[in-house]
């Protein structure tokens, strides 16, 4: 709630280009992460016996840039809802998050 507060008084143009800095940043983080596995690929071809240590170190570079896109995800989420275009599709989530909390 603070943050769609905070967001309110923005321009839409400032609001757009939120927006399109967030999408450009998951673009950017699945192009990276292609990038790691071609080069753990790579790098397992050319070095076989240390397979296991490239393997454990791609995963987690591919789990940190996938956690920076999912940010981007949720940024993007309460920005369009700033803006006004998912005002729909919010009193549903709301909803859906009240009865989940109330059955458990």
Sequence with gaps: MILLQ???D??????????LS?????????FSI???????????ARQPEAAGDIRAN???SAALIEGLAFFCHCCLFVD????????QL???IIKVEQKSICLS
């Excluded at 292609?34 to 397992?44: D, K």
């Excluded at 369009?80 to 005002?87: Q, T």
């Design 6 to 8: 905070a967001g309110a």
């Design 10 to 19: 923005l321009s839409l143009f400032a609001k757009v280009g939120a927006g």
């Design 22 to 30: 967030a999408t450009i940043a998951a673009a950017a983080a699945g």
């Design 34 to 44: 292609g990038r790691i596995g071609t080069s753990a690929i790579e790098s397992i």
């Design 58 to 60: 791609m995963i987690v």
């Design 80 to 87: 369009c809802i700033s803006i006004g275009v998912c005002r």
């Design 90 to 92: 919010a009193p549903a």
